[in-house]
């Protein structure tokens, strides 16, 4: 059932730019209808966006395969988490001045333990997570980061923002592939994979992944990873 389910919605998600590539296609090489050359371009702009957008869905629909069989490619060394959230906050800054939301990095001189991770992929998370916190943000909104080391020889990465938040009654299908709680139909982009793949990476690193939610108040996400010192 999860599995016919699955590939319904990755059936749904693919036609969607699939079906625009094809239409404004057929409008450029229809020789029955004139196209002006200024909307030519505009539908050859609408066919590249959509091209690239099924792209990016068939590049992440392979990469979950891969992370829900084991299959993928990990480098686990001694990491620095404080370097890694520095670099995630310097690469997603302008991102969140664009949508006018706040990003601050609030580990400061805190020192931290290393973590036993693969640096790559826990870019790939953090970028993800502090990006759904920008674009599910508010005007004027606030994202945050912060990580302190566990009682359970483990670092915890939090990042916090001050959107709408996640209605209790679908805390249940967060993780599930192509689900964006209702939003499919909105303004703002996605593909619903980001957070699936991320609870793969995270697991696979022998961490964990979580978060807690207040509807009209904001989220909190966070991901606890092991410390090298405890990996010997």
């Known amino acids: 059932r999860a599995k016919t389910e699955f590939l319904s919605s990755m059936s749904h998600e ?31 702009g609408q066919i590249v966006k959509s091209g690239q957008h099924l792209l990016d869905l068939i590049e992440r629909v392979l990469e979950l395969s891969k992370a829900e069989t084991g299959k993928l490619q990990l480098d686990l060394e001694p990491v ?4 890694i959230i520095g670099d ?20 400061g001189a805190t020192e931290l333990p290393m973590a036993f991770a693969d640096p790559a992929r826990t870019r790939q998370v953090l970028l993800n997570l502090i990006s759904n916190g920008i674009k599910y943000n508010r005007d004027g909104g606030i994202v945050t980061l912060s990580a302190e080391a566990g009682e359970d020889k483990a670092i915890r990465i939090v990042v916090r923002d001050t959107g709408s938040g996640i209605p209790a009654a679908k805390w249940d299908q967060l993780f599930e592939p192509f689900n964006r709680l209702g939003r499919e139909s909105g303004p703002i ?39 090298a010192a405890d990996t010997d």
Request: negative net charge; aromatic residues 6%; charged residues 25%.
């Open 189 to 227: 982009k996605g593909t619903g994979i980001g957070l699936t793949i991320s609870k793969q990476i995270v697991e696979q690193m022998h961490g964990r992944i979580g978060f807690e939610s207040s509807e009209g108040q904001g989220s909190e996400f966070w991901i606890e990873l092991p410390c």
């Open 88 to 107: 995630c906050v310097d690469m997603m800054s302008a991102e969140a001045k664009e949508r006018k939301v706040e990003l601050f990095n609030e580990i």
């Open 80 to 83: 620095s988490i404080k370097e």
């Open 14 to 44: 693919l036609r969607t730019p699939l079906n625009s590539i094809l239409g404004f296609g057929q409008l450029l090489s229809d020789g029955t209808v004139e196209v002006p050359p200024e909307k030519q371009a505009s539908f050859a």
